[in-house]
Protein backbone atom coordinates (compact mmCIF):
# COMPACT_ATOMS: atom_id res chain seq x y z
CA UNK A 1 0.00 0.00 0.00
CA UNK A 2 1.06 3.32 -0.84
CA UNK A 3 1.16 5.49 1.72
CA UNK A 4 -1.30 9.21 0.92
CA UNK A 5 0.79 11.88 2.62
CA UNK A 6 -1.26 14.89 2.44
CA UNK A 7 1.49 17.65 1.13
CA UNK A 8 1.01 20.57 3.57
CA UNK A 9 -2.38 19.61 4.38
CA UNK A 10 -5.04 19.25 1.55
CA UNK A 11 -2.94 22.58 0.31
CA UNK A 12 -4.54 21.99 -3.75
CA UNK A 13 -7.61 23.01 -1.67
CA UNK A 14 -7.10 24.97 1.46
CA UNK A 15 -4.24 27.38 2.29
CA UNK A 16 -0.99 25.47 3.08
CA UNK A 17 0.27 24.56 6.09
CA UNK A 18 -2.80 25.29 8.28
CA UNK A 19 -5.54 23.37 10.51
CA UNK A 20 -8.19 24.13 7.51
CA UNK A 21 -6.00 22.03 4.80
CA UNK A 22 -5.81 19.25 7.66
CA UNK A 23 -8.97 19.09 8.19
CA UNK A 24 -9.91 19.38 4.70
CA UNK A 25 -7.28 16.52 4.02
CA UNK A 26 -8.95 14.07 6.82
CA UNK A 27 -12.56 14.97 4.84
CA UNK A 28 -11.25 13.78 1.30
CA UNK A 29 -8.77 11.31 2.44
CA UNK A 30 -5.09 10.88 3.57
CA UNK A 31 -2.93 8.11 5.71
CA UNK A 32 -0.29 11.14 6.98
CA UNK A 33 0.36 15.11 6.36
CA UNK A 34 3.74 16.42 4.92
CA UNK A 35 4.35 19.60 6.95
CA UNK A 36 7.11 22.60 7.42
CA UNK A 37 8.30 24.00 10.68
CA UNK A 38 10.50 26.79 11.58
CA UNK A 39 11.28 28.47 14.87
CA UNK A 40 10.08 31.71 15.48
CA UNK A 41 11.67 34.68 17.84
CA UNK A 42 10.29 33.65 21.36
CA UNK A 43 10.88 30.02 20.94
CA UNK A 44 7.95 28.19 19.73
CA UNK A 45 8.04 25.46 16.53
CA UNK A 46 5.97 26.83 13.99
CA UNK A 47 3.97 25.38 10.82
CA UNK A 48 5.43 27.50 7.40
CA UNK A 49 7.44 26.62 4.76
CA UNK A 50 9.19 29.77 3.71
CA UNK A 51 11.34 32.02 6.41
CA UNK A 52 9.33 34.70 6.08
CA UNK A 53 5.68 35.10 5.99
CA UNK A 54 5.62 36.98 2.83
CA UNK A 55 4.15 34.73 0.38
CA UNK A 56 1.52 32.76 2.83
CA UNK A 57 0.23 35.32 4.59
CA UNK A 58 -1.16 39.18 4.21
CA UNK A 59 2.07 40.25 6.45
CA UNK A 60 5.61 40.71 5.59
CA UNK A 61 8.38 39.65 8.28
CA UNK A 62 10.91 37.32 8.73
CA UNK A 63 9.58 34.36 11.20
CA UNK A 64 13.03 33.91 12.88
CA UNK A 65 12.42 37.91 14.00
CA UNK A 66 8.83 38.10 14.85
CA UNK A 67 7.62 36.22 17.97
CA UNK A 68 4.13 34.16 18.09
CA UNK A 69 2.28 37.08 19.55
CA UNK A 70 3.01 38.99 16.24
CA UNK A 71 2.53 36.19 13.81
CA UNK A 72 -0.78 35.68 15.18
CA UNK A 73 -2.06 38.95 13.46
CA UNK A 74 -1.51 38.03 10.30
CA UNK A 75 -4.03 35.95 8.01
CA UNK A 76 -2.28 32.54 6.81
CA UNK A 77 -5.49 32.28 4.27
CA UNK A 78 -9.31 32.34 4.80
CA UNK A 79 -8.86 33.49 8.14
CA UNK A 80 -6.47 31.25 9.08
CA UNK A 81 -3.28 31.94 11.49
CA UNK A 82 0.18 29.97 11.31
CA UNK A 83 -0.22 27.41 13.44
CA UNK A 84 2.15 25.16 16.16
CA UNK A 85 3.49 22.21 15.59
CA UNK A 86 1.71 21.67 19.37
CA UNK A 87 -1.44 22.79 17.60
CA UNK A 88 -1.03 21.15 14.40
CA UNK A 89 -0.10 17.47 16.94
CA UNK A 90 -3.35 18.35 19.05
CA UNK A 91 -5.89 18.63 16.10
CA UNK A 92 -4.38 15.72 14.16
CA UNK A 93 -4.96 13.66 17.33
CA UNK A 94 -3.52 10.56 16.02
CA UNK A 95 -4.98 10.04 13.50
CA UNK A 96 -2.32 10.47 10.70
CA UNK A 97 1.01 9.92 10.37
CA UNK A 98 3.93 12.91 10.29
CA UNK A 99 6.36 14.00 8.15
CA UNK A 100 7.72 16.94 9.49
CA UNK A 101 10.21 18.65 7.57
CA UNK A 102 13.48 20.76 9.87
CA UNK A 103 13.07 23.94 7.58
CA UNK A 104 16.30 25.71 8.88
CA UNK A 105 19.31 25.58 11.28
CA UNK A 106 18.91 24.94 15.08
CA UNK A 107 15.07 23.60 14.30
CA UNK A 108 16.11 19.74 15.27
CA UNK A 109 16.29 20.39 19.63
CA UNK A 110 13.38 22.31 19.77
CA UNK A 111 11.04 20.31 17.06
CA UNK A 112 12.28 17.40 19.02
CA UNK A 113 10.87 18.87 22.25
CA UNK A 114 7.68 19.10 21.15
CA UNK A 115 8.00 15.55 19.81
CA UNK A 116 9.24 13.99 23.09
CA UNK A 117 6.05 15.63 24.76
CA UNK A 118 3.48 13.45 22.32
CA UNK A 119 5.36 10.48 22.65
CA UNK A 120 5.64 10.14 26.32
CA UNK A 121 2.38 12.20 27.30
CA UNK A 122 0.15 12.07 24.39
CA UNK A 123 -0.15 7.87 23.25
CA UNK A 124 1.89 8.71 19.87
CA UNK A 125 4.11 6.23 18.56
CA UNK A 126 7.89 6.68 17.33
CA UNK A 127 6.34 5.47 13.92
CA UNK A 128 3.69 8.14 13.56
CA UNK A 129 6.56 10.87 13.08
CA UNK A 130 9.00 10.72 10.34
CA UNK A 131 11.61 13.75 10.61
CA UNK A 132 12.90 14.69 7.10
CA UNK A 133 15.38 17.90 6.02
CA UNK A 134 17.14 18.70 2.83
CA UNK A 135 19.94 20.08 5.62
CA UNK A 136 22.03 17.16 6.47
CA UNK A 137 23.18 19.41 9.88
CA UNK A 138 19.42 19.39 11.44
CA UNK A 139 18.94 15.81 10.52
CA UNK A 140 22.40 14.24 12.24
CA UNK A 141 21.73 16.97 15.03
CA UNK A 142 17.96 15.51 15.35
CA UNK A 143 19.56 11.63 15.01
CA UNK A 144 21.75 12.65 18.05
CA UNK A 145 18.95 13.78 20.17
CA UNK A 146 17.11 10.50 19.69
CA UNK A 147 18.95 7.43 18.06
CA UNK A 148 15.83 5.78 17.48
CA UNK A 149 14.03 8.59 15.55
CA UNK A 150 12.64 7.95 11.82
CA UNK A 151 14.65 10.12 9.74
CA UNK A 152 14.21 11.08 6.03
CA UNK A 153 16.76 12.75 3.61
CA UNK A 154 14.99 14.94 1.49
CA UNK A 155 16.96 15.12 -1.66
CA UNK A 156 15.93 16.17 -5.44
CA UNK A 157 18.32 13.09 -6.57
CA UNK A 158 19.05 9.62 -5.37
CA UNK A 159 22.59 10.41 -6.29
CA UNK A 160 25.07 8.20 -4.54
CA UNK A 161 26.19 10.69 -2.25
CA UNK A 162 22.87 11.20 -0.84
CA UNK A 163 22.30 7.22 -0.52
CA UNK A 164 25.42 7.61 1.79
CA UNK A 165 24.59 10.11 3.69
CA UNK A 166 21.35 8.16 4.22
CA UNK A 167 23.27 4.97 5.51
CA UNK A 168 25.69 6.92 7.65
CA UNK A 169 22.60 8.52 9.65
CA UNK A 170 20.31 5.26 9.74
CA UNK A 171 17.84 7.24 7.37
CA UNK A 172 14.67 5.31 7.20
CA UNK A 173 13.32 6.43 3.95
CA UNK A 174 14.73 8.63 1.16
CA UNK A 175 12.50 11.58 0.30
CA UNK A 176 12.87 12.42 -3.91
CA UNK A 177 11.43 14.71 -6.40
CA UNK A 178 9.44 11.96 -8.58
CA UNK A 179 10.98 14.25 -11.94
CA UNK A 180 14.23 12.55 -11.14
CA UNK A 181 12.60 8.73 -9.83
CA UNK A 182 12.35 5.44 -11.98
CA UNK A 183 12.15 1.85 -11.01
CA UNK A 184 15.62 1.16 -11.01
CA UNK A 185 16.16 4.23 -8.45
CA UNK A 186 13.52 3.01 -6.51
CA UNK A 187 15.07 -0.75 -6.62
CA UNK A 188 18.48 0.65 -5.79
CA UNK A 189 17.45 2.68 -2.97
CA UNK A 190 14.97 -0.03 -1.82
CA UNK A 191 17.47 -2.94 -1.87
CA UNK A 192 19.77 -0.57 0.54
CA UNK A 193 16.79 -0.81 3.37
CA UNK A 194 15.30 2.66 2.70
CA UNK A 195 11.55 3.49 2.04
CA UNK A 196 11.26 5.72 -0.86
CA UNK A 197 9.09 8.78 -0.47
CA UNK A 198 7.77 11.07 -3.29
CA UNK A 199 7.38 14.88 -4.28
CA UNK A 200 5.05 16.74 -4.99
CA UNK A 201 3.11 14.62 -7.41
CA UNK A 202 -0.51 16.19 -8.53
CA UNK A 203 -1.02 14.97 -11.75
CA UNK A 204 -3.17 11.48 -11.81
CA UNK A 205 -0.77 10.23 -14.50
CA UNK A 206 2.44 10.85 -12.76
CA UNK A 207 0.76 9.72 -9.24
CA UNK A 208 0.07 6.23 -10.87
CA UNK A 209 3.34 6.39 -12.49
CA UNK A 210 4.58 6.62 -9.31
CA UNK A 211 2.92 3.47 -8.27
CA UNK A 212 3.48 1.44 -10.56
CA UNK A 213 7.17 2.17 -9.88
CA UNK A 214 6.87 0.92 -5.97
CA UNK A 215 7.33 3.83 -4.18
CA UNK A 216 6.27 3.78 -0.67
CA UNK A 217 4.53 7.02 -0.16
CA UNK A 218 3.16 10.15 -2.83
CA UNK A 219 3.18 13.27 -0.91
CA UNK A 220 0.44 15.37 -2.89
CA UNK A 221 -1.43 18.88 -2.59
CA UNK A 222 -4.65 16.69 -3.84
CA UNK A 223 -4.36 13.72 -1.09
CA UNK A 224 -7.84 12.07 -2.77
CA UNK A 225 -5.93 11.78 -6.17
CA UNK A 226 -3.56 9.41 -4.71
CA UNK A 227 -6.34 7.18 -3.30
Known amino acids: MTLNIAHRGASGYEPENTIRAFKKAFEIGTDAFGID ?38 DAGKGEHIPTLQETLEFVNKRAKMDIELKEEGCASPTRAVIRHFLDSEGWNREDFFISSFLRSELEAYRALDPSALLSVLSNWASDDVIEFAEKIGAYSMNINFLSLDADAVKRMREKGFKVFTWTVNEKDDIEKMKSIGVDGIFSNFPDRVL
Open 37 to 74: VHVCASGEVVVIHDNTIDRTTNGFGKISEMNLLALREF
